[in-house]
């Protein structure tokens, strides 16, 4: 029985003064051979691996959409290779389940859409992509807080039996979860400006800011206020980690949960 079919699966376009080595790269999405450089010429090169077209081909891809843990494997495997090459001057990663009959294929596309290709490397050379949510966390306000404190063993005074019977009886409750309601909506309220400060003084350290939809993908905690991916010059990412982490420190002690990511390849910036 003969071989099956073997496409050329690309992972990302890789730009370097000198051919990036290999040496502990990932093994990409399961079933792939070991990943490998195409030159393109001098000092661009194509991040490939062979991929058998029985699991790869188009029809096994789409019948594979429909199951999420499979999409969500092979999407971390991708996205593995990808990050292995961060080092490099610039890397334009590919989108998941980019594949070609062939290596000269690869290429062949690379060649026909060079401008806008070169065009993309200049825009991310030497930048490297960091993320920031906030979400509202109303666990975290200062009366939360204040109110686990108290109800914390050890925290109650010599006549705890009383205040326990008060603090459960149901007047408390609808005090307590008042309360609560009142403190969300505080954060609500304030939640744009929060958010707009944030998103401005970050965007400040980078050289392109751009703000995806809220809800787009789900937070922890509670709703999700800000998702901003930000371009940062590799010489300026230590600041920006910084001034995300000093911001994410700070919010988070008024109610917000701040996740600050990075860095990445500059997956949201090589489209315009």
Excluded at 25 to 37: N, Q
Excluded at 152 to 179: D, I, Y
């Amino acid at each position: 029985m003969g071989r099956a079919a073997t496409g050329t699966y690309v992972f990302c376009l890789v730009a370097a003064a000198r051919r990036p080595s290999l040496e502990g790269a990932p093994r990409g999405p399961a079933g792939m051979g070991r990943v490998r450089l195409i030159d393109v010429d001098r000092r661009l090169w194509l991040a490939v691996a062979g991929a058998p077209l029985d699991r790869y081909g188009a029809d096994a891809i789409n019948r594979g959409l429909s199951d999420l843990d499979w999409v969500s494997r092979a999407a971390i495997a991708h996205e593995a290779v990808v990050e292995s090459f961060v080092g490099a001057q610039a890397v334009a990663p590919m989108k998941l389940f980019t594949i070609f009959t062939s290596d000269a294929r690869a290429v062949e596309n690379i060649t026909r859409d060079r401008v806008r290709v070169d065009a993309a490397l200049k825009r991310v050379a030497n930048h490297l992509e960091w993320g920031v949510r906030v979400a509202l966390d109303p666990a975290q306000t200062p009366a939360a807080k204040s109110r686990r404190a108290r109800a914390a063993p050890g925290a109650r005074s010599a006549r705890g039996a009383m205040e326990a019977l008060e603090t459960t009886s149901g007047a408390a409750f609808l005090t307590r979860k008042k309360a609560q309601r009142d403190a969300i909506a505080e954060l609500a309220g304030r939640a744009r400006q929060v958010v707009s400060e944030l998103y401005d003084r970050l965007a400040a350290h980078a050289r392109v800011a751009k703000r995806r939809a809220p809800g787009e993908r789900p937070a922890q905690g509670g709703p999700l206020l800000l998702d901003a991916a930000f371009l940062v010059a590799r010489t300026r990412s230590a600041r920006f980690e910084k001034a995300a982490t000093g911001a994410a420190r700070d919010l988070e002690r008024h109610g917000y949960r701040v996740t600050v990511s990075g860095p990445w390849p500059p997956y949201s910036f090589i489209e315009e």
